[in-house]
């Protein structure tokens, strides 16, 4: 069956798994082991918790002595299963609320915006702090209650465009500044609608974006009065991980040793002239 999963419980407790491509066979049989070796530690696909109170009710299943499916049979990623007719698991694809209820992804996009717009002001609240593209977008859908199954990548750039361009007509600094990338904590090319809202030239070179995000992250500080911000107003700052590369990039240069008033010649490790003193 297309994109579906099915498990049969018997009365034993255990259940059968017809894989239809979505890859949970792996999944399901971790769990079988963790119902058979209840005190062992599963480390299940999937990022998979097996809680206690999940297992009293898969267990609890048989009782009636019929057929029906595990409530938890499903990855831990916040995606909740959908039944249709007995002993069937479905996993939601697209945009839904926790209660079950599917949306389109533009109503799901109008209603994260104003989760990060609000977050995205907490994180203006602490000097040159900033936060990452998925830690936006796993607690836009906390706060929202709203989840999805598409990629982070192809949502979150119109999410926070929304956001950049509330912040532009409220005459705001550019909050979506203060996303970085986690792997390289670069803003990325996502940046050009921040320009483009402003009415500004695209910066091409990759170094001088980053150092105008610096600044755009500095007008959020000083606009949201952010905690630690020095009296002077501080100072446009890369992101940590960005910063540690540039540095890491830096070629040292030696500093060049002390010579001899007298002689010229380059003193010792002693600090005196072999010949003068």
Known sequence: MAHAEKALLNDRGAFLAGEDGLGLGPFLRARQAKLEHPHRELRAPHDAAVR?????????????????????????????????????????????????????????????????????????????????????????QDRSEVRTSALLHNWIGAVLGRVVRHAHRQGHPPLTALVVHKD???????????????GQPPVEDEMERERHAASARLDCYRYFQASGLPV???????????????????????????????????LPVSGACDYCD
Do not use: F
Request: charged content about 25%; hydrophobic content about 35%.
């Open 232 to 266: 002077d107003g501080g100072k446009p700052a890369l992101a940590p991980r960005l910063e540690q590369a540039v540095r890491r990039q830096r070629p040292i240069v030696p500093q060049p040793r002390p010579t001899c008033r007298r002689c010229g010649i380059q």
């Open 184 to 198: 390289d904590g670069k803003v990325g090319v996502g940046y050009a609608e921040v320009l483009q809202v402003a």
């Open 52 to 140: 206690s109170t999940d297992l009293d009710r898969l267990r609890g299943t048989a009782a009636d002595g019929g057929l029906r499916v595990a409530p938890w049979l499903y990855p831990a990623s916040g995606r909740q299963p959908c039944t249709r007719g007995k002993g069937e698991t479905i996993v939601p694809r697209g945009y839904w609320r926790d209660s079950g209820d599917a949306m389109s992804a533009e109503d799901a996009w109008n209603i994260w915006a104003p989760h990060a717009y609000d977050l995205l002001v907490e994180v203006a609240g602490r000097y040159h702090a900033v936060i990452t593209y998925g830690e936006v977008g796993k607690e836009v």
